[in-house]
């Protein structure tokens, strides 16, 4: 066995999970809020006024990340719904708790920035085409997730069923990614591609990429923190959560 | 002033970026509450016999 993989399997274990990642969150806010400074900032006075949008673009130094972000959380959830029904690993169980209120979070700021960016550049704020929609299924997704896990009493029941849930939703994922391209819409395609060269010009592609991995590194700061909060209240009768709290600093 | 207007932009850049650092605030600060929360629970249930 690799040394990865059992650093992965010991991380499954909650107490090496809450001691040992208490560093990893500090350092993953740190980066995290330090970059989104760089990079709003860098976006909001260095960067000259776009051709066509003027100064509402810079709304897309919020509004790109978020959105991103707020997909791939969901696909991690989906992913760790897997795991959760077939090995029934508890941390799978314990980051879909941890990141769905992230995930909500970041949808909704994508629509209001979104709606926001709309009024001046489409001269109106919302549109019922299908990528305004379908992020705003991926919101109500998301809401569901948590909803069901409030709404359902015995731990084990909530994660079987918000997994089937972020399985079954995953299926809006590619209708959200692809919509621009299945279907006339106000949006415009995706700009940042893996294997075509980008659609931006550098000056504002370096400040945009910037806030999109600041962005990816401070929800993971905040899945974690937010884990950890999860490990300890779950173990909380347990006696290494007793000593381990009863060692802490105040 | 330029700044701050931004030819009539203004009012929804400067929106969009209050909005954003309220919610990735509260984002950031929700998981420490929530672990002092529960820090608080173990210490008490180690105090009770």
């Known amino acids: 066995m690799n040394i990865l993989t059992a650093t992965f399997h ?5 107490e090496f999970f809450y001691s040992k990642t208490r560093v990893w969150v500090f350092c993953l806010y740190f980066l995290g809020i330090a970059g989104l400074l ?6 909001l006075f260095f960067v000259p006024p776009e051709k066509f949008q003027g100064d509402s ?13 707020a997909q791939m959380i969901y696909m991690g959830i989906a992913v760790a719904g897997a795991i959760y029904l077939i090995w029934r690993i508890k941390m799978a169980d314990i980051f879909m708790a941890a990141a769905a209120p992230v995930g909500c979070i970041m949808t909704a700021l994508a629509l209001i920035s979104g709606i926001v960016w709309g009024m001046p550049t489409w001269g109106t704020g919302w549109v019922w085409d299908a990528r305004t929609t379908s992020v705003l299924v991926l919101f ?10 409030q709404a359902i009493g015995r731990r084990e029941r909530a994660a079987f069923a918000v997994s089937v849930l972020a ?25 940042i ?26 929800a993971a700061g905040v899945v974690l923190a937010s884990m950890r909060a999860h490990v300890l209240e779950r173990h909380a ?10 060692g802490e600093e105040p | 002033m330029d700044l701050l207007y931004m030819d009539g932009h203004g009012i929804y850049v400067w929106s969009i970026y ?8 509260l984002a950031g600060t929700y998981p420490w509450l929530h672990l002092r929360r529960v820090r608080r629970q173990v210490k008490n249930d180690e105090k009770s016999p």
């Open chain 1, 167 to 191: 399985i079954i939703g995953a299926i809006n994922i590619p209708i959200i990614k692809y919509s621009v391209e299945w279907f006339a819409t106000l949006h415009q395609p995706a700009s």
């Open chain 1, 10 to 14: 010991r991380l499954t274990s909650p």
């Open chain 1, 140 to 149: 109500f997704l998301f809401f569901g997730l948590i909803a069901l896990r």
């Open chain 1, 57 to 69: 673009f810079r709304i897309m130094f919020i509004h790109v990340p978020v959105a991103h972000l």
């Open chain 1, 193 to 218: 591609t893996l294997t075509e060269q980008s659609a931006i010009a550098p000056v504002f592609l370096i400040p945009l990429l910037t806030n999109i991995a600041s962005m990816y590194v401070f």
């Open chain 1, 237 to 246: 009768q347990t006696s290494w959560a007793q000593d381990t709290v009863g």
């Open chain 2, 18 to 25: 209050a909005v954003g650092f309220v919610l990735l605030a």
């Open chain 1, 38 to 43: 760089t990079g709003s900032i860098w976006g």
